[in-house]
């Protein structure tokens, strides 16, 4: 009766199933495995601990009790392969390119120590070949991209021919005396959009910035939406690995905000100064700089998240300096252009002058017995309250062309 007990609830207590115990349910090895999930023990500095592993875009991720995961390992040309150890069964090692000392595992039986093996293999063989398939797609996108220069310079070269073989006919000279004796054609209501036209730069600054990422915000201002941001993209740059970074120049100018390309001096995107709605540096890492965008129907708005070598807060002061600069100019070509519509000389701010002098206490007026002196007594009192000194001061100096400062922001932001 022992013996048969024994026989019976050996497969519950042994982690291995015998093939030939007729109670034992044995199962081969998947070595076809793409993904695989289970609790390893992973050897540390002085002991060994229990985790739970998956693998997930070609990388080995760790989840610790309470934490979020993180990536543990990265599997492009990994190897892994069994290891004896004297007092420990089923473990297995895995030897990557981006770390020096291999990572030991023990798996609970044979067959998840084998299906691991097989898995990190397979994603291996295919990181490889999706890296070469990758590579060969880039040379053909570049090789289909030079093509498409050439053939749009070769545009642009017979089109110069043509334009300047009809700028080579004859023109008849009733033509040119009609053309002479015809005034210029301007436009006064466009000496706004003329004016900002002229590419002139009163501010610029220029910095190295790296990308970290972007996302959708829901709000186009606020320094929580800027720090949730900031949080996002560095966990999910952490979860799927993502170390690299692509390095730019950031422009700051009142033109806007371009990144440029270091080595070519491309631009790779830019920003309108009215399209930044907010910008904030992270007060624990000086280094983090996000800012908020609105696209151009403004019904939504993304935050972009870089890290600089400099102070962050830097370039926030310098986004503030242009963006002050910039309306302030705005709201000097609006009144130009105000007054040119209307017929007055530009508006010139007004000098400081001396400080006004209290007027004089006037005299009490004489009464008069004469017929028609009581109506002139009030017309020269209704005089003095309507044009006297003491309504003077109190009124405003104003003049025709000038426009309100916050009416001009509104435009200008909108």
């Excluded at 793409?34 to 002085?46: A, E, P, V």
């Excluded at 291999?102 to 397979?122: D, F, G, K």
């Excluded at 890290?307 to 002061?317: L, W, Y």
């Excluded at 105000?338 to 400081?352: I, M, N, W």
Aim: aromatic share 8%.
């Amino acid at each position: 009766m022992k013996e048969k007990l024994e026989k019976e609830y050996a497969s519950k207590y042994n982690p291995d199933p015998d093939p030939s115990d007729p109670f034992a349910t044995f199962e081969p090895p998947n070595l076809k495995l793409k993904k695989k999930s289970s609790h390893l023990f992973m050897k540390g500095k002085q002991k060994w601990e229990r985790f739970y592993f998956f693998t997930t875009d070609g990388a080995l991720m760790l989840e610790r009790p309470e934490q979020d995961p993180e990536v543990a390992l990265k599997l492009d040309g990994a190897l892994a392969s069994l290891v004896d150890v004297d007092d420990r069964r089923y473990v297995f090692q895995i030897v990557s390119k981006t770390q020096t000392k291999p990572m030991y595992l023990q798996a609970e039986n044979q067959r998840s120590c084998e299906e691991w093996i097989a898995t990190v293999h397979n994603i291996a063989t295919d990181r490889q070949e999706l890296t070469v398939s990758t590579q060969m797609a880039a040379v053909d996108e570049s090789d289909r991209a030079v093509g498409a220069v050439k053939e749009e310079r070769m545009k642009v070269r017979n089109w110069i021919d043509e334009q300047m073989k009809k700028a080579a006919v004859e023109v008849a000279p009733e033509t040119k005396k009609r053309l002479a004796a015809e005034p210029e054609r301007v436009n006064p209501f466009r000496a706004e959009a003329a004016a900002a036209t002229k590419g002139e730069v009163q501010f610029s600054q220029a910095f190295t910035v790296r990308f970290l990422g972007s996302t959708e915000v829901g709000k186009s201002q606020g320094v929580g939406v800027v720090y949730e941001t900031m949080r996002r993209v560095l966990h999910a740059r952490a979860v799927h690995g993502v170390f690299k970074m692509v390095e730019s120049k950031m422009v700051i100018s009142t033109v806007g905000v371009k990144l440029f390309d270091p080595s070519t001096q491309e631009v790779r995107t830019n920003f309108r100064l009215k399209d930044i709605s907010f910008c904030a540096a992270h007060t624990e890492n000086p280094r983090l700089l996000g800012f908020i965008t609105k696209s151009a129907a403004g019904a939504k708005h993304a935050c972009h998240v870089f890290e600089t070598d400099k102070i962050a807060k830097e370039i926030c002061e310098s986004v503030s300096c242009a963006m002050q600069i910039a309306f302030e100019d705005f709201v000097h070509h609006r009144q130009l252009a105000t007054a040119s519509r209307v017929g007055l000389p530009p508006v010139q701010p007004l000098p400081p002058g001396p400080p006004q002098q209290p007027l004089p206490p006037s005299e009490p007026q004489q009464s008069r017995t004469k017929k028609g002196g009581s109506k002139k007594s009030k017309s020269s009192k209704k005089g003095k309250g309507a044009c006297g000194g003491d309504s003077l001061q109190q009124q405003p100096a104003t003049r025709r062309g000038q426009i309100d400062a916050s009416a001009a922001q509104n435009s200008w932001s909108g």
